[in-house]
């Protein structure tokens, strides 16, 4: 887990990265007009800043209290994806941003359900994360792949799993969620999946 200083370093190492990403995202969470908004894997609770200036009800969860500790102006918790203490029904809208890759399978189905728990009928899940493929510009390939390869072996296969998963295809049924929009991002390295929840089918 992030140390304080790592998770200080986190913003302001990738924000030449991530800032173009950070305002689409708040773009269209804009554009989508909810009420409140959970950034679910908030981690600093950066993306969460680009909609301060809005009327919008932010929350944020994390498992990592240095990651939090940078957020702590916000309402972020510490709380796991996988089981989160709010009510069913909580939120018009659930984002998750670059933190599927790095879980499981198992855990990434967990999290996706917990999403559909806590979203209102006919609210939005928003999923930003990686979707590598022969589109994909060689340059960010490359970087991305040894960025993942350093993150550790573990994180590495499951994002090298996420892939062979192809990214949330197999993850997200459309019994839960339907896919409204997605746009390639970050020369073709991203994707940023807009989702409907449905209501009239159990899963
Ligand atoms: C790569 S970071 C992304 C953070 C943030 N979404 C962003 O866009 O910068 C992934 C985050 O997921 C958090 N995380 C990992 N497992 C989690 C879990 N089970 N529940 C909540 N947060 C978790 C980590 O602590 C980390 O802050």
Redesign the pocket.
């Known amino acids: 887990?992030?140390s304080y200083a790592v998770?200080k370093a986190?913003?302001l190492l990738?924000h030449p990265f991530?800032h173009n990403i950070?305002k689409k995202t708040a773009k269209i969470i804009i554009q989508l007009n909810p009420n409140s908004v959970i950034?679910?894997?908030?981690?600093?609770g950066?993306?969460l800043q680009y909609l301060k200036n809005t009327d919008i009800k932010l929350t944020g969860?994390?498992?990592?209290p240095a990651?939090l500790e940078v957020a702590k102006h916000m309402d972020c918790y510490e709380?796991?994806?996988?089981n989160m203490a709010f009510p069913n029904d909580s939120f018009d809208l659930a984002?998750?941003?670059?933190?599927l890759h790095?879980?499981s399978f198992d855990?990434q189905k967990e999290?996706i359900a917990e999403a559909y728990r806590i979203i209102k009928n006919n609210g939005h899940l928003l999923i930003?994360d990686y979707e590598i493929n022969e589109k994909t510009k060689s340059s960010s390939r490359y970087v991305i792949n040894a960025i993942e390869f350093l993150a550790g072996k573990e994180h590495f296969k499951n994002f090298k799993e996420y892939h062979k998963n192809e990214c949330t295809n197999k993850l997200i049924s459309n019994n839960q969620f339907l896919l409204e929009k997605k746009v390639l991002i970050a020369g073709k390295s991203m994707a940023l999946q807009i989702y409907r929840k449905q209501t009239t089918a159990p899963f």
């Open positions: 887990m992030a998770a986190y913003d990738l991530l950070r950034d679910i894997c908030c981690g600093t950066n993306q969860v994390d498992l990592s990651m709380q796991d994806a996988r984002m998750i941003q670059l933190a790095e879980k855990d999290i930003v």
